[in-house]
């Protein structure tokens, strides 16, 4: 087992993986930017390195200052959380080269799931069901060829793509070739990559993702699915588990599907398998996040599995802990984000005064303190709300209660809209898609 290890992260989600440390009995060392000096995470580590100024490039994404942290402090491990280098495989590929232990799947698993081309082809080659689509496109000619056998709507996606960017949906053909130019310089823009796919445009579906874990020894299991629709602008707001809209034959079904395409590609370590669920029960794969999900939280509270120190164990070369796990009532978590509850403007600043929620089947995990200040360099995640109860009514009923109890002053919150979702009869009756919100939002 790792003597330390160093958490390249912040926030809550290093505040996290410190107290699994801890718990394993493994040092810790934080990495911080000037801006995080106060962090909980720093004040709770065994050891800390500043590695640079506020802006994430210039710390948090700055691979030279973390791997020189981690030889300094004699670190044998780098658990990078999820954001920032989570999914960076160069990275990895660095921290291998160093003689440092990366806590997660293989570079090459990485690069493949990375690429929604190269993903979508590997899965349709293990026999995981995928939307009608094309391979890379090059010129107008391909473009158009593709619209048309693929068939209308369809929806433009970024190779290198994630969280919406790069991605159009075209209804009719009028809009084809601009909708396209648009997309590939988004894409350009936000990952270095302007190569574009075409996928069927799916009206309506749910979100649906797939837990899934593997060892170096040939164990792999999952632990069920989570439902992720509601969704603003493709980011995910709440989360749940068990998912309402599966029956038992279709949950199967997926669960088998996404271990079917964990051991195609010989993966190991956690990893998250997306799709979307039709209007008539029909899945299809979506994308493959290699890395911890914001989520995760949401999985541990229905199965009692610790996914943190599964991540570790795995990585020292141990084997899973645990077989197949049947999920355990209802879990929902609520993302609280720093921002204005109507325009959804980030909003930094200082926190005058906090009252977290707690009881039974309540979990709290975040990184502010009443007197912290929320700098405006990073996302604006400040917490998240994960309940648990034997039924989803009744966890329902305990995320209704703690949004009551949970008080932020000092800056604007998304505590509000929360309740709101939590309230609308649509969510309230498990009958909601991907467009749930943009209704919410418009008055329906």
């Not at 008539?280 to 979506?286: K, Q, S, T």
């Amino acid at each position: 087992m790792f003597r330390k290890v160093l958490v390249a992260n912040r926030g809550e989600i290093a505040l996290r993986i410190i107290r699994a440390l801890r718990e394993m009995g493994i040092r810790s060392v934080a990495v911080h930017s000037q801006a995080d000096a106060d962090a909980l995470h720093v004040k709770f580590a065994d050891e800390k390195v500043c590695i640079g100024p506020g802006p994430s490039s210039q710390s948090y994404l700055a691979v030279p200052s973390i791997i020189s942290a981690a030889e300094i402090t004699r670190a044998d491990a780098i658990h990078p959380g999820y954001g920032f280098l989570a999914e960076d495989a160069e990275f990895a590929e660095v921290c291998e080269k160093c003689d440092i232990r990366w806590i997660g799947p293989p570079p090459s698993a990485m690069r493949l799931m990375g690429d929604k081309i190269r993903a979508r082809a590997a899965m349709e080659e293990a026999g995981v069901p995928v939307l009608p689509g094309s391979s890379a496109i090059s010129s107008e000619v391909d473009l158009r060829e593709a619209a048309e056998r693929i068939g209308y709507p369809i929806i433009l996606k970024a190779a290198a793509g994630g969280g919406g960017r790069g991605m159009k949906i075209v209804r009719e053909s009028s809009r084809l070739v601009d909708d396209w130019s648009v997309a590939r310089a988004e894409a350009l823009a936000a990952f270095g990559n302007p190569d574009m796919y075409v996928e069927r445009y799916c009206e309506r579906p749910r979100h649906i993702e797939v837990q899934v874990i593997a060892d170096h020894h040939g164990a792999a299991a999952h632990l069920g699915e989570r439902e992720c629709s509601v969704q603003r602008r493709h980011q995910k707001v709440v989360e749940e588990a068990p998912s309402a809209a599966l029956d038992e034959d279709v949950r199967s079904q997926l669960t088998d599907a996404a271990l079917q395409a964990v051991r195609s590609i010989g993966y190991h370590n956690l990893g998250t398998l997306e799709f979307l669920l039709d209007a008539d029960g029909r899945f299809y794969f979506m994308e493959m996040n290699t890395r911890l999900q914001v989520e995760h939280p949401v999985t541990e509270m229905i199965t009692g599995v610790d996914l943190v120190r599964e991540q570790i164990r795995i990585a020292a070369g141990q084997k899973l802990s645990f077989g197949m796990r049947r999920p355990r009532g209802h879990a929902i978590e609520l993302r609280i984000n720093a921002e204005d509850p109507e325009t959804f403007a980030p909003w930094p600043g200082k926190i005058t005064a906090l009252n977290i929620p707690g009881g039974l089947g309540v979990r709290v995990d975040t990184h502010i303190y009443e007197g912290y200040v929320v700098p405006p360099h990073y996302d604006s995640l400040l917490a998240k709300l994960i309940v648990h109860d034997s039924s989803r009514e009744a966890a329902l009923r305990r995320a209704r209660r703690c949004l009551d109890e949970f008080v932020i002053e000092g800056i604007r919150t998304n505590l509000p809209f929360h309740r709101r979702i939590i309230d609308h009869p649509s969510f309230q009756s498990g009958r909601y898609d991907t467009g749930f919100v943009a209704r919410l939002l418009a008055g329906e």
